[in-house]
């Protein structure tokens, strides 16, 4: 089944480590890639998005995610990361291949310690 | 704040019962995605509506359904509930989807469902 998977479900690193989170896609096709993230208690923001054009995308809060169309990849970075940080993070894909459907990732937990 | 707004933020009921979640779409939007997020499923899609006219349908169950109102907000009622459906319900909005274009998805607080 065609499906969104993300590696890692619970990441614990210090304040200062860099960060990468890994989502990979199945889908063919034209697709569209977004990272969202999810604070503790709260609702779901859009970190970045990728329709087109450069594949290196950069976001919010220091946020960036190469798209590496050979890889069915789009993994998120951040180089230094903040106690501010820790929440649940989702990678999701759009894809015409779907219905034009959002399909999410299971999520990574990402803790940050101070 | 996206703009998306959705009510009730809780909702405790009992087993059988049936709920009624209301939705607003940010203003100009004309697409409603409902989702429901609970720890065993993740976050699953559920149903969307443009315009009026369901669009596109996910996991959603039969005792569950939807609509989009002429003013352009939206509900999703669930019925002869059961335990497994104590979850977060998210509402999502976008300006369209018109077949080709895949919008962006902007995202309400959600309404917490416990079912007892």
């Known amino acids: 089944a065609q499906s969104v998977s993300q590696h890692n479900h619970h990441v614990i690193l210090s304040e200062a480590a860099s960060l990468e989170l890994g989502c990979n896609y199945s889908?063919?096709?034209?697709?569209?890639l977004f990272w969202y993230v999810q604070y503790p208690g709260q609702h779901l923001q859009l970190l970045l998005k990728?329709?087109?054009?450069?594949?290196l995308v950069k976001g919010i809060k220091g946020f960036e995610a190469e798209f590496i169309k050979s890889k069915f990849s789009f993994n998120l970075r951040k180089p230094s990361v903040q106690w501010s940080d820790t929440a649940e993070y989702f990678c999701?894909?759009?894809?015409?291949?779907?219905?034009?459907?959002?399909?999410f990732g299971g999520g990574t937990r990402v803790l940050v310690k101070p | 704040d996206s703009g998306v707004t959705q009510t009730p933020k809780h909702l405790i009921t009992a087993t059988g019962q049936r709920v009624t979640l209301r939705c607003s779409p940010r203003?100009?939007?004309?697409?409603v995605y409902w989702y429901q997020q609970s720890l065993d499923q993740g976050l699953q899609f559920l149903i969307q509506y443009y315009n009026g006219e369901e669009r596109a349908k996910g996991n959603i169950l039969e005792r569950f359904s939807a609509q989009q109102f002429p003013d352009l907000h939206s509900e999703l009622n669930l019925s002869s509930l059961e335990l497994g459906d104590s979850a977060l319900y998210f509402c999502a909005s976008s300006l369209g989807t018109s077949g080709g274009a895949m919008a962006e998805q902007f995202f309400g607080p959600g309404t917490r469902l416990t079912v007892l």
């Open positions: 999701a894909v759009n894809a015409r291949a779907a219905g034009n459907k959002l399909t």
């Open positions: 203003s100009g939007d004309l697409s």
């Open positions: 889908y063919g096709g034209t697709v569209n």
């Open positions: 990728y329709f087109s054009g450069d594949p």
